[in-house]
């Protein structure tokens, strides 16, 4: 049987955008359009140009996409002027961008209540706006805000809306649930009832979760014959979120009857990549994953039940519908650490750690890992604490030097200008192989500004390490993550720090407290002490 | 038309207990029980009577239910004894519950896999187990476990499975998506096979959330003929979660065709209720809610972009597809940067500051608004913050006290018994009306332990205000979120804190420095000054 071909567009950098609290930088949307690419996707939507200086930057220094085609969102042109004169539209194709999606209006209330227009106004600022587009030889798709509110109200109108988008050469047109509120049943319906007339494949589908069924309505449209998806990495998006594409794909390429019957861009083997994407959105956006996020969650495949875990194990099939590796997942059965251990082994070696298969310290390191991660460490991100935590249960840690106190001190007050001045200050006393070392230092930056407690700890750490001094002189502190975890009643801090050597190696080591201070401080001793093992090992 | 009356059953003290992270004291289920009653539910699922000392001490001291049935839940009875001799199924039993809920086999390959019995057996199990309940007089339901994936393997045999429940005198026989793996489409068309065979009105859903599409799955199987619902509070459950009532019970009173096609047992006037339930169990989890939740999230009626807001305030039918007020949620308009004048006026007239359209000072506001938030400020998540930045700008700011200076110190060292602490400490003088106050702090929890040096500063600061102390003796952190962000080349640190009082109001205030006390110290400040603003204005 052959598969019919869905395309699939990303909209995490513009509808994802619009989500509270979320405010991507030009360097995270570019890191996000560049995981979404190697992903497969079809079209990467980045934001609307000229909207905001973010989105104004991220265009003028777009990634270079190797697959998908990068895609500027704006909205038809206003009525009163043409599409070359209207500058809002201007700013959008001048993104240069191959693609542009423009939202218009379909639905007569909001074309009279919220423009103020007539609906022919309407009807031309859509076909105009598509035609200008499609003159400056650019790939146009129509978003149809509000289109099935719009067709309930008024079909022909909603209709002629999307016609005249069509007819002015628009690639795609796409029915936007953009309240949330359409249920499957009725987004099914509707689409029928659009996809009997117009090629199925120039229709798309946009939904929202506000009735908690936007995946479901995504693909109730496409069994009615809607041929492209519009959704998010995680859901991203105002309100309650969009549809969400890392729900969305896995259940488009495993799970019948959609895996034969219809063909995706993104490749199959790509498909365990997708639990790091869905969490390296949440690291950028400082979020915690939701654990029991459909197939990428830490819960997704965990069993609690003790009947569950024991046919588990007897079958994996008998209580999960996907093997959790098919997205990169796995599968969690507490008290058991069959799996756990093979991991731990494979990641030794792949850190040049040797250990033997039956080595009962493997049992201690990895019932360590388990307990400090349940205590907020995170060794996945932090790969060189774990090789340091691992060096230390196999006896393969060497002491460089010890940390015999520190006091940091941040203090707000007049200066002698009377300006209101904040300044930060760190004494530590360090030992190295018997010699003991006092170093203070400030946190002034070049400019002479405060830059705060970790970073006057770092100076003062760094400062003075004896005959190691050579081996550190070139380290630097590249990123600094926190994060506040609850664990039981405790709220308590988890530090991530990301430094680098003037050979551009990268290394990130974790700290974790209900003191700041401290938790940063075992990270930087960390960060020094991985630097230290390894160009001393050489 | 005459509406069909819908069945809602609550399983959150059963399987929503089998979410990772969830165990719920007896006082718990007890304060949840109640509430499920008061909302109009049908069914209350307590527990399994035996399975756990918590939940045979709950069904030792049952609530009281006014409505709903309270229902406990089991297993069928086991191979090679009688019902009545079955230790387990007597239990259950003896917890003398007016109905009773038993799980059993009807998937042919985990009667022999995972039970290791025959075919027939089991369906003897199932017959005589619920003669055995109806026999004792009790109400009797049958949960088909993976029943799709049965129907799919062998239909005949999964339909035996149901007959025998049926016969045996079960009330409801309900279809079990129990992987989760099955979609909505696939679920309607076996649903309705079956409804087909057996009364409709006897027939019951039960979904899990592996693909997204638990609600929606629920939501299907209705329409192709089953009349009860099983799901949970919030969607708890193992693994990625059960049906979620909250967003289930709105859809079927507010949403059509639903609402005029259906009719369920929770009053339309109670659902105003439900947004303080799902918080409440939150609150009892500990857990911090899902702001993008369907109907009662925080975020669910909140309008970041312009245009949107704009059209908001036109007419808030044209982005909301209920009114929020329905399910006791409100709309939010948050301020952000793409913030528009209208929103802000909106934002303001609903914080209680009055304004004239036409007052310059907004512009200046909004300019300010937009400065801060380039520079890291994120007054959408920030409420209180943006209230005492548009008081100060429209000279409604007071001035209740001023930090003249303070000192925050953390230090690690041996202590007398040479083990290694840290110690933070913080002092701070304030002025109020004149008088000058110097109060230390240290920051110690009830097990002596150290929380750091915000911590610290905060209970300095609140320690005394003098004739402030009343007012904010009842304030306390809730919460503390850190993020780094990059402003240009240097990295600053954005605090938000979240404050609550003994009123159960709670906050939320932002500071932005590259020093996080410093960002910590302008958030705490605001918190208390925002409790300080509203307190004294009453």
Redesign the interface.
Known sequence: MTRTRLSLFDTTLRDGQ????V?F?G?DKRKIALALDALGLDYVEGGWPG???TDSEFFANAPVLKHATFTAFG?TKRAGRSAANDDVLAEVANAGTPAVCLVGKSYD??VE??LGITLDENVANISESIAHLVGLGREALFDAEHFFDGYKANPDYALRCLDAAMEAGARWVVLCD?????????IAEITGAVARRLPGDRLGIHTH?????A???A??AV?AGARQIQGTLN?LG????NA?LV?IIP?LLL?E??ASRYEVSVPKDRLPGLSGLSRMLDELL?RAPD?????V?A???????GL?AS?II??PT?????PPEAVGNER?IPMSNQAGRSNLLRRLSEAGISAEKSDPRLSRLLQDVKDKEDRGFSYDSAEASFQLLARAHLGLRRKFFD????????????NAMKNLV?V?EAVVVVNVDGSRFISASE?L?EAG??????NALSKALSKDLGKYDAAIADMRLV??????L?AG???I?RVLLESCDGEGRRWTTVGV??????AS?QALIDAIDFKLHRDTDR
């Open positions: 619009q989500t509270q609290g405010d930088s360097d909207a905001n200086p909205m209330f909001h209540t919220a953009t309240n949330g509120g359409t249920l499957p049943d009725e979760n506000d009735t908690e069924t995946v479901a309505g693909l109730a069994d859901g105002e309100r309650c979120g969400n729900s259940t799970k009857p959609w400082n654990r029991h996020a459909p197939y969650g819960a997704a495949f965990a069993h609690k039940a569950h046919a007897k079958d008998t209580y999960e519908h996907i969690v940390v015999e106190r520190f006091r940091v001190t941040v203090e707000r007050r007049h904040t930060s946190s930056d500004s405060d830059q705060g407690p970790v990123d600094f993550k926190v994060r506040i609850s009643t405790e709220a801090t407290s209900a003191n700041i201070v401290d401080f």
